[in-house]
């Protein structure tokens, strides 16, 4: 899992973006600068940044399983869907080269042409496939791409460069060449077709759309998720919305996801003899997962505090260990009086942990059973890696400061957008709909031991 930091320079990045503003003359243009005419608030930009980019955010835990934005490539620009992934870096959308298991439609692929491919000796290329160095017959070649996921999922694609239309919480609009993956071949996408364009990478790998915003001194290395229980919430790239009184954790600055300094697990208050536990937190997995031994202590527990309460083990469809009551559940308050708190508290911090109420660990299903939303990882190929997913990021402000490499929490109403989203941004954006495609575990081409069918379908020029 753990991954050393690029090190693709500022300076190589900006000469990237002069490549791509002779192929896109508008990018930057004073009309695309200019603030709506609607009253907004205008924030004031600070240590030459220019302002951060808000996103209202889509989805839910249960039933659909994952949380997504909208974003606008291309020219003229085409709204597509992405699930927002902190465990992955690279960027990615299913694209008309043709496509091999794309779920989306022929209209809703992204369409790529020719002058947006990144070459393989190009230093783009080299941030994707880092630490490796990419495989190439010749320089000139296409960078090409393959994802594989740790629930057995794979993209394979190449990588392109085309204009993002982002707007700043200030009201300005830019048009910004960025890099990213145009995905040909999706193969076992998760238990269910994907409703997603893509993936939105936003771990804290040099390849991440994040990273490469950064290098263009638009805006802080920071970003932040605020996910409603009701479903809905925001996403923000910047440090304008970071609240003060924040309790920050340090993460590890050798890997490439954000991995926490170890934890020791709480039930109910009292300790478990559960310690050392390193923990990801990623915004693509739905569900938290705790390697073997932990999923099997901390459900014992969980077990235990359920007896003599009025609950039964049913079967359901949803998760693998679920009740139900003398009478079907509405919600999740209706049942979560019967179930303890479980926390996590971080060493070498100061006192910093993390409270998983029963809300941030259970779900009803639609046929009124209460859910165990905390999933054996190593079950699910995570090995004894421990991830906190999105059920138990709920009702939290999440925020990822990769300058500082550090995580913060603080609880949150994400029901609604902060007040200082212009009014009419609310109008540009589209209503997405993504998929949860999990954490990621490499993102780079396996160079030996490919089949012969992979080496045609990464072979394929556009």
């Not at 993002?164 to 076992?188: E, Q, V, W």
């Not at 229980?229 to 309790?247: I, N, Y």
């Not at 170890?262 to 937190?281: C, H, M, N, S, Y």
């Not at 009478?327 to 209706?334: A, C, E, G, L, Q």
Request: aromatic share 10%.
């Amino acid at each position: 899992m753990d991954v050393k930091k690029s090190k693709a320079t500022v300076a190589l990045m900006m000469m990237f973006m002069m490549l791509f503003l002779v192929n896109f003359p508008a990018c930057f243009s004073a009309a695309s600068q200019q603030p709506n005419n609607k009253k907004s608030t205008h924030l004031k930009p600070h240590n030459g940044f220019h302002s951060s980019f808000l996103f209202p955010v889509t989805g839910n835990v249960y039933p659909l399983g994952y949380y997504s934005i909208s974003l606008s490539i291309g020219n003229p620009p085409k709204v597509f869907e992405f699930d927002i992934d902190t465990g992955s870096d690279l960027t990615w959308v299913q694209c008309d080269a043709p496509c091999t298991g794309c779920t989306k439609p022929i209209d809703h692929l992204y369409k790529p042409q020719k002058h947006i491919l990144v070459s393989c000796e190009h230093p783009s290329c080299g941030v994707v496939h880092f630490p490796e160095s990419p495989h190439c017959e010749k320089p000139d070649d296409q960078c090409d791409f393959e994802i594989d996921y740790v629930d057995h999922g794979s993209v394979l694609g190449v990588v392109v460069a085309d204009v993002f239309s982002l707007r700043f919480m200030n009201g300005s609009l830019i048009h910004l060449p960025l890099t990213f993956g145009c995905a040909y071949d999706l193969k076992n996408p998760g238990p269910y077709d994907p409703p997603a364009a893509g993936v939105l990478g936003l771990s804290n790998g040099k390849a991440s759309i994040l990273s490469q915003l950064r290098s263009f001194d638009l805006t802080r290395n920071v970003l932040g998720h605020c996910l409603s229980g009701k479903g809905g919430g925001f996403l923000f790239l910047g440090d304008d919305l970071v609240p003060s009184g924040m309790s920050w954790m340090p993460v590890s600055a050798n890997s490439k996801h954000y991995l926490s300094s170890p934890a020791e697990v709480f039930f109910d208050g009292k300790p478990t003899g559960i310690k050392d536990l390193k923990v990801v937190f990623d915004s693509g997995s739905s569900y938290t997962y705790f390697g073997f031994q932990v999923y099997e202590g901390v459900l014992t527990l969980v077990r235990k505090g359920l007896t003599k309460k009025p609950l039964d083990t049913v079967q359901d469809k949803a998760l693998p260990i679920c009740w139900k009551g003398t009478k079907p559940f509405k919600s999740v308050h209706d049942v979560k009086n019967y179930f303890s708190t479980l926390t996590l508290k971080f060493k070498d911090t100061q006192n910093i942990q993390l409270e998983l109420q029963p809300e941030a660990y259970l779900i009803v299903t639609e046929d009124g059973n209460a859910c165990f939303g905390i999933l054996n990882g190593t079950e699910a190929g995570l090995g004894d890696l421990n991830v906190i997913g999105d059920i138990s990021l709920i009702g939290k402000m999440v925020v990822y400061d990769n300058e500082k490499q550090r995580i913060g929490w603080i609880s949150a109403d994400c029901n609604r957008l902060p007040n200082s989203l212009d009014g009419n941004y609310k109008e540009d954006i589209q209503q997405p709909y993504a998929a949860n495609f999990g954490i990621l575990e490499e993102n780079h081409p396996k160079t030996q031991g490919s089949s012969e069918s992979n080496v045609r379908v990464r072979n394929r020029e556009l």
